[in-house]
């Protein structure tokens, strides 16, 4: 089983739609989560930090569930330049890897 | 710019032959890692160098890869006796600190096929 578990999607929306994503870890003693960005043939970037109490990003929100281990994203406002896949992210308490899931993929229509 | 670099970018090479791929860190950040992306997959940890500390090499997948990194900057990724499977995208990242700061900031990557 993978450390981080992300439905592919895609996930199709019309610009100005809400989306959510949500993403499950498995190892417990992860403590540090984030959300990255990776456009078509592109590499990753950063696009938030998540933390137990929730963090807001303008249109993008991020929140931690750490009694049922899963993160979610919020994207309010859909824009056509939002269309990538989103890869979450989680980081063990020991060790350096960040573990990624596969990522979910989306599309923002007109 | 001051980004990741990395080379080549791509690279066609026959099974069994050695490759090296090539990461410039962004300068001043002590935390480098390598990770490989195949087609549909996710992104896989390889290895991580923080300062002049021992390599976390847990990542790398067989005794065919291993990485160096001299004097703190540069880092090379070395695939022995290529086999198609290593057919991927190799990213290299780096951050200020590594640890629990987050930001990689990652290069563009080597896309390698093994024929």
């Known amino acids: 089983r993978k450390e981080v578990e992300q439905d592919p999607g895609p996930f199709n929306v019309p610009e100005g739609a809400t989306v959510a994503f949500n993403c499950t870890y498995s190892?417990?003693?992860?403590?540090?989560f984030f959300w990255y960005r990776q456009d078509c043939r592109k590499e990753p970037k950063l696009l938030m930090s998540?933390?137990?109490s929730g963090n807001e990003d303008g249109r993008f929100t991020a929140q931690l569930n750490r009694a049922s281990q899963y993160i979610s994203l919020l994207i309010r406002d859909s824009k056509l330049s939002d269309s990538a896949t989103y890869l979450c992210v989680a980081k063990a308490n020991s060790g350096y890897a960040l573990n990624f899931g596969k990522g979910t993929s989306l599309l923002v229509t007109p | 710019g001051a980004g990741v670099s990395q080379s080549p970018s791509n690279k066609v090479t026959e099974k069994g032959k050695d490759v090296e791929l090539r990461c410039d860190p962004i300068?001043?950040?002590?935390?480098l890692y390598w990770y490989r992306q195949s087609l549909g997959q996710g992104l896989e940890f390889l290895i991580y160098f923080q300062g002049n500390s021992a390599p976390d090499k847990s990542g790398l997948p067989s005794d065919r890869f291993s990485a160096e990194r001299t004097g703190g900057s540069v880092s090379t990724l070395t695939i022995q006796r290529t086999q198609q499977e290593d057919s991927a995208v190799y990213l290299c990242?780096?951050?200020?600190?590594?640890?629990?700061?987050?930001?990689?900031?990652f290069g563009e990557g080597s896309r390698l096929t093994v024929l």
């Open positions: 998540v933390y137990s």
């Open positions: 190892n417990s003693a992860s403590q540090s």
């Open positions: 300068s001043g950040h002590t935390a």
């Open positions: 990242a780096s951050s200020l600190y590594g640890g629990d700061a987050g930001e990689l900031f």
